[in-house]
């Protein structure tokens, strides 16, 4: 029994840094949606028509905007009866078309980090090592787009880092500038799964339980986004995680 708690606290950190990692590095996993959108799979009695109206607006909206973005998070994960939590902070944006993500970690028991640059119609994807109180980035390696979707899922250019075109379950209004939305979990993770098994390591893909989301916007200006999900990875013989994130959105400053 101690050989086994020891290994769960060796290896439980590291694999939740790279969960985290993928959590922020992937935060805007949204394919750009021009023309009409569909986001509803639902009935109208779980659906608020002016919370729809204003997702459509916030997505319409930063079509084709450039923006930067703040983010920070948390995974709360037991394994084997034992809790962790590791936060992590970074940022994302759109610039001139192209996208930027950054997202790194530090603890007493593991520092981890990962950036992306979108570069002649791939990207450039790059560790970072934690040296002399800071992270030095090794060389990018470049990905065709393809072969990014494929490792990674889509690249960051929208609110959220969910699949949201037929995924909505529940649209309600809390009040006005604020609204939440239940996500169909399988729908919504479509494309941001592949990057957990890429960076994870794991022979699955996770399996989702539940996605949702808080949306505070000013008019179609999205202002800030509060994320939640529960999903299950089979690293460590299993893990069931609990992660959350918050996005601050800033236009003028990028």
């Known amino acids: 029994m101690e050989k086994t708690v020891s290994f769960v606290k060796r290896i ?18 949204l394919p750009q949606v021009r023309g009409e959108r569909s986001f509803v799979t639902a009935s109208a ?23 930067y973005v703040k983010t920070s998070g948390e995974i709360k994960a037991k ?17 001139g078309g192209e996208f930027f993500e950054k997202a790194e970690s530090k603890s007493s028991l593991v520092k981890a980090a990962v950036k992306k640059t979108g570069k002649d119609g791939g990207v450039d994807v790059s560790k970072g090592e934690y040296k002399k109180k800071k992270f030095v980035y ?40 604020v609204y939440t939305y239940k996500l169909d979990a399988k729908r919504a993770t479509r494309y941001c799964k592949n990057e957990v098994k890429t960076l994870v390591g794991s022979k699955k893909h996770p399996d989702y339980k539940s996605v949702s989301f808080t949306l505070y916007c000013d008019g ?3 202002v800030k986004v509060r994320s939640r999900e529960k ?22 400053n990028q």
């Open 138 to 177: 090794g060389k990018p390696k470049h990905l065709t787009g393809d072969e990014y979707l494929t490792k990674y899922g889509r690249p960051s250019t929208g609110l959220v880092r969910y699949e949201l075109d037929g995924a909505v379950l529940e649209a309600k209004k809390v009040k006005d500038g």
């Open 45 to 67: 009695a779980s659906i608020d028509k002016e919370a729809m109206q204003a997702l459509d607006g916030v997505c319409e909206y930063l079509d084709g905007r450039d923006f």
């Open 79 to 95: 394994a084997f009866g034992i809790p962790h939590t590791q936060k992590v902070s970074g940022h994302r944006g759109v610039k």
């Open 220 to 222: 179609n200006r999205p």
């Open 12 to 29: 439980m950190p590291a694999a939740l840094v790279a969960l985290i990692l993928v959590a922020l590095a992937a935060f805007a996993f």
């Open 231 to 252: 999903f299950e990875t089979d690293i460590c013989g299993g893990i069931t995680c609990v992660a959350t994130y918050t996005e601050i959105f800033d236009f003028d």
